[in-house]
């Protein structure tokens, strides 16, 4: 699986748009790029996915580059509950399933 | 819907003893994988297992660890003569069958058990 790069920490204003980066510059054609994210002490929560097309869902929005060797996750409205560490992960789509193989990830702070 | 079930979610063991994890998977969800996650650290991958079959056990451990996903009933990790080292938490996630074709399967994790060795 491709290795991801993702700042360690980040800071975003109660209210205001996070906009988390991940650059996966090695990524191969079939496989996708995951978010999870582990709130202080929690089981990590699954967030999004996609493939090439930006996706978007109750949670949060992935924009893909078109070269895919890059992504962002957008939490539109972040709240303080939203503080965590954010996890970008690529992975092969596989019939037999597969683990996922976690980085530092990004620690989010959501402030007042 | 019920979500992936782990019990305990609080374990103290004394070094030597053992130590079992019970992991209830989402109803329907056929994949189990077991996470472990040292202090100050990241999620590691252990094992991933289907019913009554290891599929990878690449990141367990060689002695002492072992897991299983019965016909029924929960899968188990099982820690033998526990040591402080294995102090973490465990984390299981479960994964719908793929019906045979090549798909991005979405791995759903439980609360995890925190295993404290005295």
């Known amino acids: 699986d ?19 980066p991940c650059n ?7 496989e996708y790029v995951y978010w999870y994210r582990q709130i202080h002490s929690q089981g990590p929560q699954y967030i999004i996915h996609g493939l090439k097309n930006n996706e978007t869902n109750e949670m949060a929005s992935l924009i893909i580059t078109e070269d895919r060797k890059s992504s962002t996750l957008i939490l539109p409205h972040a709240t303080l509950r939203d503080t ?5 992960i690529v992975r092969v789509a596989y019939n037999q399933g597969g683990k996922l193989i976690f980085g530092q990830g ?3 702070s959501v402030k007042p | 819907n019920a979500g992936v079930m782990q019990n305990p979610r609080h374990l103290v ?3 030597g003893q053992e130590a079992r994890l019970r992991c209830s998977p989402v109803k329907g969800h056929s994949h189990v994988y077991w996470y472990r996650q040292l ?5 590691k991958f252990m094992v991933y297992l289907q019913k009554e079959n290891i599929i990878d056990e690449s990141g367990m451990p060689k002695e002492r660890f ?9 899968s188990i990790l099982r820690i033998q003569q526990v040591v402080r080292g294995d102090s973490a938490a465990y984390f ?19 609360p995890g058990t925190r295993l404290t060795v005295l």
């Open chain 1, 106 to 108: 990004t620690e989010l």
């Open chain 2, 66 to 74: 072992s897991a299983e996903f019965p016909k029924e009933g929960p």
């Open chain 2, 13 to 15: 063991r004394r070094r």
């Open chain 1, 84 to 88: 965590a560490v954010y996890y970008c």
């Open chain 2, 92 to 110: 299981c996630a479960s994964s719908p069958p793929t019906g045979g074709a090549p798909r991005a399967d979405t791995q759903y994790f439980g």
């Open chain 1, 2 to 20: 491709a290795k991801t790069t993702q700042p360690p920490s980040m800071d975003c204003a109660e209210g205001r748009a996070a906009n988390l």
């Open chain 1, 24 to 30: 996966h510059s090695t990524i191969s054609g079939n």
């Open chain 2, 39 to 43: 202090p100050e650290e990241g999620l």
